[in-house]
């Protein structure tokens, strides 16, 4: 039943957020054109307790990102993830909604968003940073809670 709940809030905030970027205007802040929606590949390195069991996870993501005011956005994540068992050949996939804001300074960015993650069950905060140039984004981000801890590197295209 919390997979069906988190899908269903998961496609609430997809679907919002693609009507959104269709209503909204182009502008400008900072010199950088703004582009609402993209999508990103990461790569995700587990520590602690989860990296004991787990090898490097690879996943794919929906990302969102609005300029509010010129120094903060909004930002949200939808993202999965799947990660092979350290022993058995097996493994496990973690989907995410990831939501927030990040304060944007020229092409440098710090992001501070909580979200939800399926398999380990928790929310989390997830810190982050990284440079933006246009409608490409590099940045690195950290999930570490209760044990399910992890370090990602996430390259995106804002369409």
Do not use: C
């Not at 182009?26 to 307790?49: C, D, I, Q």
């Not at 004991?52 to 993830?81: C, M, N, Q, R």
């Amino acid at each position: 039943m919390k997979k069906m709940q988190v899908s269903f809030v998961a496609l609430l905030i997809l679907g919002f957020l693609i009507s959104y970027s269709g209503i909204a205007s182009a502008k400008t802040w900072a010199g950088r054109e703004e582009r609402n929606l993209g999508l990103a590949v990461h790569a995700s390195f587990p520590y602690a307790e989860f990296g004991d069991e787990h090898k490097t996870g690879w996943g794919v993501s929906g990302i969102f990102d609005y300029p509010l005011i010129p120094l903060i956005d909004l930002t949200a994540d939808v993202g999965y993830t799947h990660y092979s068992k350290a022993n058995d050949g097996g493994g496990v996939d973690v989907w995410n909604l990831v939501f927030g804001a990040r304060f944007a300074l020229g092409v440098f960015f710090m992001g501070g968003e909580t979200g939800y993650f399926t398999y380990v069950e928790e929310w989390s905060y997830v810190p982050s940073m990284g440079l933006r140039f246009g409608a490409f984004e590099g940045g690195i981000r950290y999930k570490s809670v209760h044990g399910a801890s992890w370090t990602t590197l996430r390259f995106g295209y804002y369409f």
